[in-house]
T-cell receptor, first 109, second 116 residues
Framework: GQQVMQIPQYQHVQEGEDFTTYCNSS?????IQWYKQRPGGHPVFLIQLVKSGEVKKQKRLTFQFGEAKKNSSLHITATQTTDVGTYFC?????????FGTGTQLKVEL | GAVVSQHPSWVICKSGTSVKIECRSLDFQATTMFWYRQFPKQSLMLMAT?????????EQGVEKDKFLINHASLTLSTLTVTSAHPEDSSFYIC????????????FGPGTRLLVL
């Protein structure tokens, strides 16, 4: 079945440093979505990418969808303590989402 | 935006009992709802897809007789964990689509189940 991997699994950064998580799917995706889950919370939808090579920005967050529609990345510029959480990509290969393994981000002052 | 609620948010039960979790779409009709399970420090794993008025579609490895899903209306889906055991302790999360073929899913706040 479809597998979606993310690296790194964990990332500790100092506040103000940049952060990037990478997402790779074993199959071509119709679209990819990104979610953030705060400790103890539920996943919250961030964005959806549909087109090959698409780049979208939300303030300090930049999302990219690969040309082959099998990989994606999320880049956070100048992290803040409010960015703490686990970031999941989720690949839509049909009628259901397959969540990536997640990257847990910790931001230290 | 679309809001999905879950009840209860927390449940503690004895081994062998059954637990019912409700998932409601509050301001939209959801023809399709999804049930996920998340163990600590792990990703969300899709358990089943619930379609209103029809039988749920279970993912490979998920026991349909143990995890009963009912989607009797366009705003309510229920997951019943039958004869729960400690290994069923997990975070159960539902999500819903507000339109057929709509790709975005709206997630409920989740239900934490602890089986003693």
């Amino acid at each position: 079945g479809q597998q979606v991997m993310q690296i790194p699994q964990y990332q500790h950064v100092q506040e103000g440093e940049d952060f990037t998580t990478y997402c790779n799917s074993s199959t071509t995706l119709s679209n990819i979505q990104w979610y953030k889950q705060r400790p103890g919370g539920h996943p919250v939808f961030l964005i959806q990418l549909v087109k090959s090579g698409e780049v979208k920005k939300q303030k300090r967050l930049t999302f990219q969808f690969g040309e082959a529609k099998k990989n994606s990345s999320l880049h956070i510029t100048a992290t803040q303590t409010t960015d703490v959480g686990t970031y999941f990509c989720a690949g839509d290969g049909g009628n259901k989402l397959t969540f990536g393994t997640g990257t847990q981000l910790k931001v230290e002052l | 935006g679309a809001v999905v609620s879950q009840h209860p948010s927390w449940v503690i039960c004895k081994s062998g009992t059954s637990v019912k979790i409700e998932c409601r779409s509050l301001d939209f009709q959801a023809t399709t709802m999804f049930w996920y399970r998340q163990f600590p420090k792990q990703s969300l794993m899709l358990m089943a897809t619930s379609n209103e008025g029809s039988k749920a579609t279970y993912e490979q490895g998920v026991e349909k007789d143990k995890f009963l899903i009912n989607h009797a209306s366009l705003t309510l889906s229920t997951l019943t964990v039958t004869s729960a055991h400690p290994e069923d302790s997990s975070f159960y999360i539902c999500s819903a689509r507000d339109r057929p073929n709509q790709e975005t899913q709206y997630f409920g706040p989740g239900t934490r189940l602890l089986v003693l």
